[in-house]
């Protein structure tokens, strides 16, 4: 499998997607500049809107000149009564790749597989990897501890190697990394691609409001607290939107997680609790994807030289 994608990725990074953040917009301004671009079926309240997502994807890289290719999160858990519909639109519109999260597969992979479409799959343990590689994923996002949203808890130095002892599929690694030396770093411990989101919640064509955006700028990973009590699922949330909202931190931090829920519980419960990763410290403005994905791409580029003479040293 090329995971350069004809050339197309200048660097091996995957703009992650986020729910209520990423957009065709902020897709289509990092595909434009060589790094993957995604966003979350979920985020759209219908079918019909995620195919006018779709679309608008579609027309826009028509406009482009070799641009990156770009994918769509696919929760399969039971919890997401909109799977099926989904699903569907993903294969009538042949969406190159498909990040699948948060389930069993079931047949969903051999279906994305029957127009050619990639997969790469969610796994926060070395169990998980062995699963979904038995059940057909091309590739595997390893969610490390500190990644934003829905997050694993296993350091990246211990589940990547975890990982490569039970399946040699591509890994693709997820947790903290907010800077092209942080994407040659996962590169070194055997990732093929790199996985960042909240590097790209600031952007202006992301769907974070001013005060998200401003309160990423004014944290750091200090102000992260990880809990699986809002929706059942294990996340990282920002510390200040949490007192916002009026939740009692201790209280929360004994709470036994219930059931998973479905995102539209979650977006009706928790509308002012937001969400990052560990890497949140590096945010220091509101700018352009575009600024975003080349001050990334430079920084890669000097991590490379920079290790490259040292190995020579």
Known sequence: MDLTFGGTLRIPLIAAPMFLVSTP???LATCSRGIMGTFPAHCTRSHKAFQDWILEMEAGLDALDSPAPWGVNLVVHPSNARMEGDLELCIQHEVPVVLTSKGSPDNVFDRIHEYGGIIFHDVA???HAEKAAAAGADGLIAVCGGAGGHTGTINPFALVNEIREVTDKPIILSGALSTGRDVLAAQTMGAALAY??????????????????????????????????????????????LIESGIDLKELA???????VSAGVVRERYSKVKSCGHGVGMIKQVESAA???DRIIAEYERAKSELASA???
């Open 25 to 27: 917009a902020l897709a």
């Open 125 to 127: 343990s070395a169990r």
């Open 196 to 241: 960042m989101g909240t590097r790209f919640i600031p952007a202006v064509e992301s769907g974070a409001d001013e005060h998200y955006r401003q309160m990423l700028i004014n944290c750091s990973s200090k102000d992260v607290f990880y809990s699986a009590a809002l929706d059942g699922a294990p996340a990282n949330w920002i510390t200040p939107s």
């Open 254 to 260: 004994t709470t036994v997680p219930g059931e998973v």
């Open 291 to 293: 600024d975003i994905c």
């Open 311 to 313: 190995l020579v040293a």
